[in-house]
T-cell receptor, first 111, second 118 residues
Framework: DAKTTQPPSMDCAEGRAANLPCNHS???????VYWYRQIHSQGPQYIIH???NNETNEMASLIITEDRKSSTLILPHATLRDTAVYYC????????????FGKGTRLSVIA | GAVVSQHPSRVICKSGTSVKIECRSL??????MFWYRQFPKQSLMLMAT?????????EQGVEKDKFLINHASLTLSTLTVTSAHPEDSSFYIC??????????????FGNGTRLTVT
């Protein structure tokens, strides 16, 4: 079973920041938080991951709470092309193991 | 960046026939690849782990004789759906993780193969 909880859906106005929350209250000390997204009829796309520090790359920012029990993915300026299902996944950071997907959040960016 | 390629992207076959799906890591070697299946409006479900040079390991409930996996080289894994039936119609996705970057390096996914069995 997935170890994360996400809202099933969210809307965001085009050009505004999209903040996607994720709860992972049972996360272990050696587990990383990964975010992927899946645009309709495509394979999942890696976005970002982190352990405990906040992370930023060209796609998004990841904010992890100090107790690591939750995180937020931030898309700073959402566009229509960001409409997708976003998956938050926790995984031990060792070994070549698969990802276990939950139901994710369906983000709709509205013009 | 790391690229995983799948072929074909779409396939339609008749019930009872077999279909082969290829997954290639284009710019890295992958001793392990993962195969997922996704039904409409559902999340990805892991089917099996493909290991180069050895037998694949299957998740509970996945028939190994129906979904044949061959990992013949460090850049190619194939999934063959044998004697396909309409209930096998699904979106099949493979993935692999580039080695050497770090143990927490991300998994990269192919663009999926949509199988329709008529």
């Amino acid at each position: 079973d997935a170890k994360t909880t996400q809202p099933p859906s969210m809307d965001c106005a085009e050009g505004r920041a999209a903040n996607l929350p994720c709860n992972h209250s049972t996360i272990s000390g050696n587990e990383y938080v990964y975010w992927y997204r899946q645009i309709h009829s495509q394979g999942p796309q890696y976005i970002i991951h982190g352990l405990k520090n906040n992370e930023t790359n060209e796609m998004a920012s990841l904010i992890i709470t100090e107790d690591r029990k939750s995180s937020t993915l931030i898309l700073p300026h959402a566009t229509l092309r960001d409409t997708a299902v976003y998956y938050c996944i926790v995984r031990v950071g060792s070994g070549n193991t698969p990802l276990v997907f939950g139901k994710g959040t369906r983000l709709s960016v509205i013009a | 960046g790391a690229v995983v390629s799948q072929h074909p992207s779409r396939v339609i076959c008749k019930s009872g026939t077999s279909v082969k799906i290829e997954c290639r890591s284009l710019d890295f070697q992958a001793t392990t690849m993962f195969w997922y299946r996704q039904f409409p409006k559902q999340s990805l479900m892991l089917m099996a782990t493909s290991n180069e040079g050895s037998k694949a390991t299957y998740e509970q409930g996945v028939e190994k004789d129906k979904f044949l996996i061959n990992h013949a080289s460090l850049t190619l894994s194939t999934l063959t759906v044998t004697s396909a039936h309409p209930e096998d119609s699904s979106f099949y996705i493979c993935s692999a993780r580039p080695p050497g970057i770090g143990v927490n390096s991300p998994l990269h996914f192919g663009n999926g193969t949509r199988l329709t069995v008529t």
